[in-house]
T-cell receptor
Framework: DSGVTQTPKHLITATGQRVTLRCSPR?????VYWYQQSLDQGLQFLIQ???????AKGNILERFSAQQFPDLHSELNLSSLELGDSALYFC??????????????FGEGSRLTVL | EDKVVQSPLSLVVHEGDTVTLNCSYE??????LLWYKQEKKAPTFLFML????IEKKSGRLSSILDKKELFSILNITATQTGDSAIYLC??????????????FGKGTKLSVKP
């Protein structure tokens, strides 16, 4: 158990809908990262927040948005869903802004299926 | 465009075999290279490499980085069925005080048969 909690574990929805994925980082970790893992693309970095502020942005679509709240939990919002958005979405946390120790703690992921 | 390429994409071996997984990269402003093991869901950290030629070792696993040729290898000796997993290579890139982002390869799926 990494200490990173993601909900829901599984989610099935229809095209055009909107969903929210939630992540609670390890106690004391200030950075939260979101990754998307699909079969053909591997793990793709979406976005990072550090202590409530957006820190880095990767291949995140405009239909997706995220935020980190004062209690450090984070939410990833996916809207106007398309079939291609079906993937495993991981949240990871680390203590600082940079991955100094090289260690990200990953949650178990939220599997999104868009029908 | 930054990229990380892993080979082979999949590998089937028998218990006791030794395997070598490869990771090559092209990134601007390299900071570190990391290996992760993904068994069922969450990737777990194995190694972080920043300097060329220095082997990192943990039990039967070891890894080394070549910053001149831009690659790393992960060796697993005396493989066991519990080593079956997807092994992910990631490179952290970034510059100055900016955050380094992890760019992942697609992974090598290792299957160890009894």
């Amino acid at each position: 158990d990494s200490g990173v909690t993601q909900t829901p574990k599984h989610l099935i929805t229809a095209t055009g809908q909107r969903v929210t994925l939630r992540c609670s980082p390890r106690s004391g970790d200030l950075s939260v990262y979101w990754y998307q893992q699909s079969l053909d693309q591997g793990l793709q970095f979406l976005i990072q927040y550090y202590n409530g502020e957006e820190r880095a942005k990767g291949n995140i679509l405009e239909r997706f948005s995220a935020q980190q709240f004062p209690d450090l939990h984070s939410e990833l919002n996916l809207s106007s869903l398309e079939l291609g958005d079906s993937a495993l979405y991981f949240c990871a946390s680390s203590p600082r802004a940079r991955i100094n120790t090289g260690e990200l703690f990953f949650g178990e992921g939220s599997r999104l299926t868009v029908l | 465009e930054d990229k990380v390429v892993q080979s082979p994409l999949s590998l089937v071996v028998h218990e006791g075999d030794t395997v070598t997984l490869n990771c090559s990269y092209e990134v601007t402003n390299f900071r570190s290279l990391l290996w992760y093991k993904q068994e069922k869901k969450a990737p777990t950290f194995l190694f972080m490499l920043t300097s060329s030629g220095i082997e990192k070792k943990s039990g039967r696993l070891s890894s080394i980085l070549d910053k001149k040729e831009l690659f790393s290898i992960l060796n697993i000796t005396a493989t066991q069925t519990g080593d079956s997993a997807i092994y992910l290579c990631a490179v952290e890139s970034g510059y100055g005080g900016s955050q380094g982002n992890l760019i992942f390869g697609k992974g090598t799926k290792l299957s160890v048969k009894p």
